[in-house]
């Protein structure tokens, strides 16, 4: 049998065979980079079972295309599964660049983080890289989430599929609607195991799965700890202007918030509930909720204006 024959055989029908079964299973847009690395991994396939050839007969004509084969299944799946990686390669060798292309991370998106809107803000900035991944079972919870018959689990369901409809739309940022063929029964196991599967870091608002990816080694991306991180810094000794609109947790306390959402505890700011205080900054601490500042009133209160 023509041993050149067999290995055209089997590159094609393992290159149809891997990117029919993505395309199925996953829905890739980047068939291209599946292709390029199943061609690469059935010629690595292929190069080592050329030395089998000057085996004595009968192995000369059978070992080499038993071994062409395997090898051929074997590299063309381990490349297909890391084509993004492998082009991501050659994209820092020809371009002699020492980061990766753009493209080249996949983020797996939750549920929380799409109702909570800013990820499409942050697409639109421009600094948000790669592909986002929304699993299948996200999408489901999505839909679930707005036929809900309580109003405000019914809006906050809609929102999260206008946000991911303007995501869809929006040229910055790549969006991929994935299966997820896992056997873990929890959204969050499962979205944990997608991450780890591909690589992929998750993106989340939520504390129990923030802290679960952090547990099994998988990297997040949490909006909440990066609108922590753009706040302006609040030093010791600055004064603030602290509406007063409730107590605090704590005796004596009162409890104010700053344009972008920081809680103020006022100290002694009890009596202080519907006024403006001018006070001064004594410490700031910052929690996985958020950053807490703590002032102390200074000079005279002022109340309120009220609206007419």
Known sequence: MNYQLIIVIALLIVATLVVTARIVRHRTKSLLTTFVGVLVGLVVGALLSLPLASLPSPYSEVMPITVTLIAAIMFGTLFAARGTLFV????????????????????????????????????????????????????????????????LRRGKGRRGLEVLASLEKSSGVAVEIIETPTRAKAVDAKLVQIAKQRGAAIMTTDYNLNRVAEIERVSVLNVNELANGLRPPVLPGEELIVNVVDKGREKSQGVGYLPD??????????????????????????????????????????????SK
């Open 88 to 151: 991501s390669f050659l994209y820092q060798a020809v371009t002699g660049r020492g980061a990766a292309a753009p493209d080249a991370r996949e983020i797996v998106v939750d549920t929380s983080a799409i109702i909570d809107g800013r990820i499409a803000e942050i697409a639109k900035t421009g600094f948000l890289f790669g592909t986002l991944l929304i699993p299948r079972v996200v999408l489901e919870e999505l839909q679930n989430i707005a036929d809900s018959s309580e109003p």
């Open 261 to 306: 959402g920081t809680m103020i505890v006022v100290e002694r700011g009890d009596k202080l509930v519907g006024q403006e205080v001018t006070t001064t900054v004594s410490r700031s601490l910052q929690t996985v909720a958020g950053k807490m500042v703590f002032v102390t009133p200074k000079g005279r209160s002022k109340p309120k204006a009220q």
